[in-house]
Protein backbone atom coordinates (compact mmCIF):
# COMPACT_ATOMS: atom_id res chain seq x y z
CA UNK A 1 0.00 0.00 0.00
CA UNK A 2 0.99 3.63 -0.30
CA UNK A 3 2.02 5.28 2.12
CA UNK A 4 0.42 8.42 2.33
CA UNK A 5 -2.57 5.95 2.01
CA UNK A 6 -1.36 3.83 4.98
CA UNK A 7 -1.13 6.58 7.18
CA UNK A 8 -4.12 7.97 6.17
CA UNK A 9 -5.96 4.97 7.40
CA UNK A 10 -3.74 4.47 10.55
CA UNK A 11 -5.42 7.90 11.40
CA UNK A 12 -8.68 7.35 10.65
CA UNK A 13 -7.95 4.22 12.63
CA UNK A 14 -6.87 5.82 16.09
CA UNK A 15 -9.55 8.16 15.84
CA UNK A 16 -12.53 5.49 15.37
CA UNK A 17 -10.74 3.04 18.50
CA UNK A 18 -10.97 7.07 20.61
CA UNK A 19 -14.97 6.42 20.23
CA UNK A 20 -17.99 4.22 20.87
CA UNK A 21 -18.60 2.81 17.55
CA UNK A 22 -17.42 -0.62 16.34
CA UNK A 23 -17.49 -0.23 12.63
CA UNK A 24 -18.03 3.18 10.09
CA UNK A 25 -19.41 3.07 6.82
CA UNK A 26 -17.91 5.17 4.66
CA UNK A 27 -20.34 6.70 1.27
CA UNK A 28 -18.78 9.82 -0.01
CA UNK A 29 -16.89 9.85 -2.65
CA UNK A 30 -14.06 12.06 -1.77
CA UNK A 31 -13.46 10.14 1.62
CA UNK A 32 -13.47 6.91 -0.21
CA UNK A 33 -10.63 8.64 -2.44
CA UNK A 34 -8.89 10.18 0.53
CA UNK A 35 -9.12 6.68 2.48
CA UNK A 36 -7.93 4.08 -0.63
CA UNK A 37 -7.00 6.14 -3.72
CA UNK A 38 -10.08 4.87 -5.66
CA UNK A 39 -12.30 7.43 -7.82
CA UNK A 40 -15.32 5.61 -9.32
CA UNK A 41 -19.23 6.57 -9.27
CA UNK A 42 -20.08 2.94 -6.97
CA UNK A 43 -17.90 2.58 -4.51
CA UNK A 44 -18.60 1.79 -0.41
CA UNK A 45 -15.91 1.05 2.78
CA UNK A 46 -16.78 -0.88 5.95
CA UNK A 47 -14.12 -0.27 8.48
CA UNK A 48 -14.18 -2.02 11.96
CA UNK A 49 -11.35 -2.96 14.57
CA UNK A 50 -11.02 -6.66 12.35
CA UNK A 51 -12.34 -5.65 9.00
CA UNK A 52 -11.65 -3.31 6.14
CA UNK A 53 -13.85 -3.84 3.21
CA UNK A 54 -14.20 -2.31 0.25
CA UNK A 55 -17.39 -2.84 -2.31
CA UNK A 56 -18.42 -2.24 -5.61
CA UNK A 57 -20.15 -3.31 -8.47
CA UNK A 58 -18.59 -5.25 -11.82
CA UNK A 59 -17.63 -2.32 -13.72
CA UNK A 60 -15.18 -1.37 -11.24
CA UNK A 61 -13.79 -4.64 -9.95
CA UNK A 62 -10.83 -4.52 -11.96
CA UNK A 63 -10.12 -0.68 -11.17
CA UNK A 64 -10.63 -1.78 -7.61
CA UNK A 65 -8.38 -4.39 -7.81
CA UNK A 66 -5.74 -2.51 -9.06
CA UNK A 67 -5.96 0.29 -6.90
CA UNK A 68 -7.41 -0.52 -3.90
CA UNK A 69 -4.83 -2.13 -1.34
CA UNK A 70 -5.50 -3.45 2.26
CA UNK A 71 -9.07 -4.29 1.51
CA UNK A 72 -10.80 -7.09 0.81
CA UNK A 73 -13.10 -6.53 -2.39
CA UNK A 74 -16.89 -7.87 -2.83
CA UNK A 75 -18.48 -7.12 -6.18
CA UNK A 76 -21.61 -6.72 -5.77
CA UNK A 77 -24.67 -4.49 -6.51
CA UNK A 78 -26.23 -3.82 -3.00
CA UNK A 79 -23.15 -2.89 -0.62
CA UNK A 80 -25.80 -2.45 2.28
CA UNK A 81 -26.79 -6.02 2.17
CA UNK A 82 -23.40 -7.48 1.64
CA UNK A 83 -22.18 -5.52 4.66
CA UNK A 84 -25.13 -6.51 7.08
CA UNK A 85 -23.84 -9.61 6.79
CA UNK A 86 -20.28 -9.17 8.14
CA UNK A 87 -22.32 -6.73 10.74
CA UNK A 88 -24.29 -9.61 12.28
CA UNK A 89 -21.19 -12.50 12.21
CA UNK A 90 -19.38 -10.03 13.58
CA UNK A 91 -21.88 -9.65 16.19
CA UNK A 92 -21.46 -5.74 15.67
CA UNK A 93 -23.65 -3.18 18.07
CA UNK A 94 -23.13 0.36 16.92
CA UNK A 95 -22.16 1.53 12.92
CA UNK A 96 -21.14 5.15 12.57
CA UNK A 97 -22.19 6.59 9.19
CA UNK A 98 -21.51 9.64 7.41
CA UNK A 99 -24.34 12.28 7.80
CA UNK A 100 -24.50 13.82 4.54
CA UNK A 101 -26.79 10.82 2.89
CA UNK A 102 -29.91 10.76 1.30
CA UNK A 103 -33.06 9.91 3.20
CA UNK A 104 -33.40 6.80 1.29
CA UNK A 105 -29.96 5.89 1.81
CA UNK A 106 -30.91 6.48 5.62
CA UNK A 107 -33.58 4.18 5.45
CA UNK A 108 -31.64 2.04 3.46
CA UNK A 109 -29.65 1.35 6.25
CA UNK A 110 -32.30 0.88 8.75
CA UNK A 111 -33.93 -1.31 7.02
CA UNK A 112 -30.22 -3.57 6.40
CA UNK A 113 -29.10 -2.95 9.86
CA UNK A 114 -32.28 -4.04 12.20
CA UNK A 115 -30.92 -3.87 15.96
CA UNK A 116 -27.79 -1.66 15.32
CA UNK A 117 -27.54 1.51 16.44
CA UNK A 118 -27.15 4.07 13.66
CA UNK A 119 -24.64 7.01 14.79
CA UNK A 120 -24.49 9.77 12.13
CA UNK A 121 -21.16 11.24 12.13
CA UNK A 122 -20.55 15.02 10.76
CA UNK A 123 -16.85 15.64 9.38
CA UNK A 124 -15.48 12.28 11.09
CA UNK A 125 -13.19 12.23 7.76
CA UNK A 126 -13.46 15.81 6.62
CA UNK A 127 -12.11 16.09 10.16
CA UNK A 128 -8.62 13.80 8.96
CA UNK A 129 -8.55 15.88 5.80
CA UNK A 130 -7.97 19.14 7.49
CA UNK A 131 -4.15 18.36 7.55
CA UNK A 132 -2.50 17.59 4.13
CA UNK A 133 0.44 15.50 3.42
CA UNK A 134 2.91 15.77 1.46
CA UNK A 135 1.16 14.34 -1.41
CA UNK A 136 -1.84 16.43 -1.16
CA UNK A 137 -0.03 19.68 -0.93
CA UNK A 138 1.84 18.90 -4.18
CA UNK A 139 -0.88 18.36 -5.99
CA UNK A 140 -2.39 21.25 -4.95
CA UNK A 141 0.46 23.57 -5.70
CA UNK A 142 0.28 21.47 -9.06
CA UNK A 143 -3.62 23.27 -9.37
CA UNK A 144 -2.40 26.79 -8.15
CA UNK A 145 0.20 27.03 -10.80
CA UNK A 146 -2.31 26.25 -13.44
CA UNK A 147 -4.47 28.83 -12.53
CA UNK A 148 -1.82 31.22 -12.08
CA UNK A 149 -0.45 30.80 -15.67
CA UNK A 150 -4.29 31.06 -17.13
CA UNK A 151 -4.91 33.58 -15.38
CA UNK A 152 -1.69 35.97 -16.64
CA UNK A 153 -2.78 34.37 -20.28
CA UNK A 154 -6.07 35.70 -20.16
CA UNK A 155 -5.28 39.46 -19.78
CA UNK A 156 -3.99 39.06 -23.73
CA UNK A 157 -7.15 37.69 -24.58
CA UNK A 158 -9.22 40.13 -23.22
CA UNK A 159 -10.23 42.77 -25.87
CA UNK A 160 -12.67 45.67 -24.23
CA UNK A 161 -16.06 46.20 -25.84
CA UNK A 162 -15.00 42.80 -28.08
CA UNK A 163 -14.80 40.23 -24.88
CA UNK A 164 -18.17 39.30 -23.17
CA UNK A 165 -17.68 37.75 -19.00
CA UNK A 166 -18.80 34.31 -20.53
CA UNK A 167 -15.88 34.10 -23.24
CA UNK A 168 -13.72 34.43 -20.52
CA UNK A 169 -14.83 31.93 -18.45
CA UNK A 170 -14.47 29.58 -21.41
CA UNK A 171 -10.97 30.62 -22.33
CA UNK A 172 -10.16 30.22 -18.14
CA UNK A 173 -11.56 26.61 -18.33
CA UNK A 174 -9.96 25.73 -21.45
CA UNK A 175 -6.42 27.04 -20.69
CA UNK A 176 -6.46 25.15 -17.66
CA UNK A 177 -7.71 21.79 -19.53
CA UNK A 178 -4.97 22.54 -21.86
CA UNK A 179 -2.48 22.88 -18.98
CA UNK A 180 -2.96 20.04 -17.47
CA UNK A 181 -6.34 20.41 -15.27
CA UNK A 182 -9.33 17.85 -14.89
CA UNK A 183 -11.77 20.83 -15.41
CA UNK A 184 -13.11 23.70 -13.22
CA UNK A 185 -13.18 23.10 -9.64
CA UNK A 186 -16.43 24.83 -9.37
CA UNK A 187 -18.61 28.06 -11.46
CA UNK A 188 -16.19 30.15 -12.27
CA UNK A 189 -17.08 34.28 -11.40
CA UNK A 190 -16.67 36.62 -13.83
CA UNK A 191 -17.74 40.01 -13.08
CA UNK A 192 -17.50 43.42 -14.45
CA UNK A 193 -18.29 46.71 -14.12
CA UNK A 194 -21.52 47.01 -11.45
CA UNK A 195 -21.58 43.39 -11.31
CA UNK A 196 -18.55 43.64 -9.82
CA UNK A 197 -20.44 44.42 -6.77
CA UNK A 198 -21.85 41.13 -6.42
CA UNK A 199 -19.52 38.65 -4.53
CA UNK A 200 -20.53 35.33 -6.57
CA UNK A 201 -21.46 37.36 -9.91
CA UNK A 202 -21.77 34.27 -12.34
CA UNK A 203 -20.02 35.06 -16.18
CA UNK A 204 -23.04 36.36 -17.69
CA UNK A 205 -23.37 37.54 -21.83
CA UNK A 206 -22.59 41.09 -20.77
CA UNK A 207 -19.22 42.96 -22.72
CA UNK A 208 -15.99 43.88 -20.98
CA UNK A 209 -15.75 47.58 -21.13
CA UNK A 210 -13.11 50.34 -20.93
CA UNK A 211 -13.43 51.95 -17.43
CA UNK A 212 -14.83 48.92 -15.92
CA UNK A 213 -13.51 47.03 -12.64
CA UNK A 214 -13.31 43.11 -13.79
CA UNK A 215 -13.39 40.21 -11.12
CA UNK A 216 -12.23 36.63 -11.60
CA UNK A 217 -12.83 33.41 -8.95
CA UNK A 218 -11.53 30.70 -10.44
CA UNK A 219 -9.85 27.18 -10.11
CA UNK A 220 -9.25 23.83 -11.48
CA UNK A 221 -9.11 19.93 -10.75
CA UNK A 222 -5.94 18.38 -10.82
CA UNK A 223 -5.68 15.17 -9.43
CA UNK A 224 -9.04 15.58 -7.79
CA UNK A 225 -7.59 18.66 -5.76
CA UNK A 226 -8.45 21.95 -5.93
CA UNK A 227 -7.56 25.49 -7.07
CA UNK A 228 -9.35 28.44 -6.00
CA UNK A 229 -8.04 32.15 -6.77
CA UNK A 230 -9.25 35.45 -7.46
CA UNK A 231 -7.73 38.53 -9.03
CA UNK A 232 -9.48 42.07 -9.74
CA UNK A 233 -7.96 44.41 -12.87
CA UNK A 234 -9.34 47.46 -14.37
CA UNK A 235 -9.96 48.06 -17.79
CA UNK A 236 -8.35 51.09 -19.60
CA UNK A 237 -8.50 53.34 -16.66
CA UNK A 238 -8.95 53.59 -12.85
CA UNK A 239 -10.36 56.47 -10.40
CA UNK A 240 -8.63 57.67 -7.69
CA UNK A 241 -11.66 55.74 -5.44
CA UNK A 242 -11.08 52.53 -7.59
CA UNK A 243 -7.04 52.52 -6.74
CA UNK A 244 -7.70 53.27 -2.88
CA UNK A 245 -10.26 50.10 -2.89
CA UNK A 246 -7.81 47.89 -4.28
CA UNK A 247 -4.69 49.09 -2.11
CA UNK A 248 -6.99 48.74 1.21
CA UNK A 249 -8.18 45.24 -0.17
CA UNK A 250 -4.66 43.98 -1.20
CA UNK A 251 -3.15 45.07 2.12
CA UNK A 252 -6.16 43.50 3.71
CA UNK A 253 -4.49 40.37 1.82
CA UNK A 254 -0.98 40.98 2.79
CA UNK A 255 -1.81 41.38 5.76
CA UNK A 256 -2.90 38.31 6.45
CA UNK A 257 -0.40 36.34 4.55
CA UNK A 258 2.64 37.70 6.81
CA UNK A 259 0.56 36.92 10.06
CA UNK A 260 -1.07 33.68 9.79
CA UNK A 261 1.02 30.49 10.92
CA UNK A 262 -0.30 27.24 12.72
CA UNK A 263 -1.69 28.21 16.52
CA UNK A 264 -3.57 31.35 15.13
CA UNK A 265 -7.32 31.67 15.97
CA UNK A 266 -10.10 31.55 13.88
CA UNK A 267 -11.43 34.87 15.15
CA UNK A 268 -7.61 36.66 14.40
CA UNK A 269 -7.57 34.73 10.68
CA UNK A 270 -10.94 36.49 10.25
CA UNK A 271 -10.12 39.92 11.82
CA UNK A 272 -6.46 40.91 10.44
CA UNK A 273 -7.97 41.97 6.93
CA UNK A 274 -11.42 42.68 8.54
CA UNK A 275 -9.68 45.36 10.84
CA UNK A 276 -7.89 46.89 7.86
CA UNK A 277 -10.69 47.19 5.89
CA UNK A 278 -13.28 48.66 8.68
CA UNK A 279 -10.34 50.99 9.83
CA UNK A 280 -10.26 52.25 5.87
CA UNK A 281 -13.81 53.01 6.40
CA UNK A 282 -15.65 50.45 3.86
CA UNK A 283 -16.49 47.71 7.00
CA UNK A 284 -19.99 47.96 5.83
CA UNK A 285 -18.75 46.46 2.12
CA UNK A 286 -16.70 43.62 3.18
CA UNK A 287 -20.08 41.31 3.22
CA UNK A 288 -18.83 37.31 3.47
CA UNK A 289 -15.97 35.44 5.40
CA UNK A 290 -12.10 35.91 4.85
CA UNK A 291 -12.24 32.18 3.64
CA UNK A 292 -12.64 28.35 4.04
CA UNK A 293 -10.21 25.04 3.27
CA UNK A 294 -10.09 23.49 0.47
CA UNK A 295 -8.56 20.11 -1.08
CA UNK A 296 -10.63 17.66 -2.14
CA UNK A 297 -13.77 20.33 -2.17
CA UNK A 298 -13.61 23.35 -2.88
CA UNK A 299 -15.08 24.58 0.28
CA UNK A 300 -13.90 22.42 3.08
CA UNK A 301 -13.72 23.07 7.00
CA UNK A 302 -12.54 25.18 8.42
CA UNK A 303 -14.65 27.72 8.43
CA UNK A 304 -13.45 31.34 9.74
CA UNK A 305 -15.51 33.39 12.14
CA UNK A 306 -15.91 34.26 15.93
CA UNK A 307 -13.87 31.11 17.40
CA UNK A 308 -11.33 30.50 19.61
CA UNK A 309 -9.96 26.90 17.51
CA UNK A 310 -6.44 27.81 16.05
CA UNK A 311 -4.80 27.16 12.54
CA UNK A 312 -2.76 23.95 12.00
CA UNK A 313 0.00 23.10 10.31
CA UNK A 314 -0.85 21.60 7.20
CA UNK A 315 -4.08 23.28 6.46
CA UNK A 316 -4.76 24.55 2.69
CA UNK A 317 -6.88 27.56 3.09
CA UNK A 318 -8.26 30.79 1.47
CA UNK A 319 -7.34 34.46 1.85
CA UNK A 320 -9.81 36.28 0.46
CA UNK A 321 -10.76 39.89 1.63
CA UNK A 322 -13.43 41.89 -0.70
CA UNK A 323 -14.96 45.41 -1.11
CA UNK A 324 -18.05 45.90 -2.73
CA UNK A 325 -19.90 49.21 -3.58
CA UNK A 326 -23.32 48.35 -4.70
CA UNK A 327 -24.07 48.87 -8.06
CA UNK A 328 -20.46 50.73 -8.83
CA UNK A 329 -18.29 47.92 -8.75
CA UNK A 330 -16.23 45.57 -6.54
CA UNK A 331 -12.43 43.89 -5.45
CA UNK A 332 -11.48 40.91 -4.08
CA UNK A 333 -8.29 39.60 -3.93
CA UNK A 334 -8.12 35.64 -3.06
CA UNK A 335 -4.42 33.34 -1.91
CA UNK A 336 -4.41 30.02 -1.52
CA UNK A 337 -2.44 29.64 1.73
CA UNK A 338 -0.40 26.78 3.01
CA UNK A 339 -0.45 26.86 6.91
CA UNK A 340 3.21 25.87 8.57
CA UNK A 341 4.71 26.12 12.21
CA UNK A 342 6.11 29.76 11.62
CA UNK A 343 3.87 31.32 8.70
CA UNK A 344 2.29 30.43 5.64
CA UNK A 345 3.21 29.70 1.77
CA UNK A 346 1.25 31.50 -0.74
CA UNK A 347 0.61 28.88 -3.01
CA UNK A 348 -0.68 31.12 -5.79
CA UNK A 349 1.29 33.09 -7.66
CA UNK A 350 -0.75 35.28 -10.39
CA UNK A 351 0.39 38.62 -10.33
CA UNK A 352 -1.64 40.91 -7.84
CA UNK A 353 -0.59 44.16 -8.00
CA UNK A 354 -2.81 46.45 -9.72
CA UNK A 355 -3.41 45.67 -13.33
CA UNK A 356 -4.68 48.24 -15.73
CA UNK A 357 -5.42 46.80 -19.42
CA UNK A 358 -5.23 49.07 -21.76
Not at 157 to 171: C, D, L, R, S, Y
Not at 184 to 200: D, N, T
Not at 336 to 351: Q, R, S
Request: negative net charge; aromatic residues 10%; proline residues 3%.
Amino acid sequence: MKQHLADRLARFGTKLAQTDLDGFLVTGQNNIYYLTGFWGTAGTVFISKTRRLFLTDARYTLIAKENVQGFDIIETRTPLVEVAKFVAADKLEKIGFESEVTFSFYQGLQANFPGVTLAAQTNFIEELRMVKDQVEIETIRKACAISDQAFVDVLDFIKPGQTTEMAVNHFLDARMRQLGADGASFEFIVASGYRSAMPHGRASDKLILAGETVTFDFGCYYQHYVSDMTRTIHIGQVTDEEREIYDVTLRANKALIEQAKAGMTYRDFDGVPRTIIKDAGYGDYFTHGIGHGIGLDIHEIPYFGNSDETLKAGYVITDEPGIYLPDKYGVRIEDDLLITETGCEVLTNAPKELIVLK
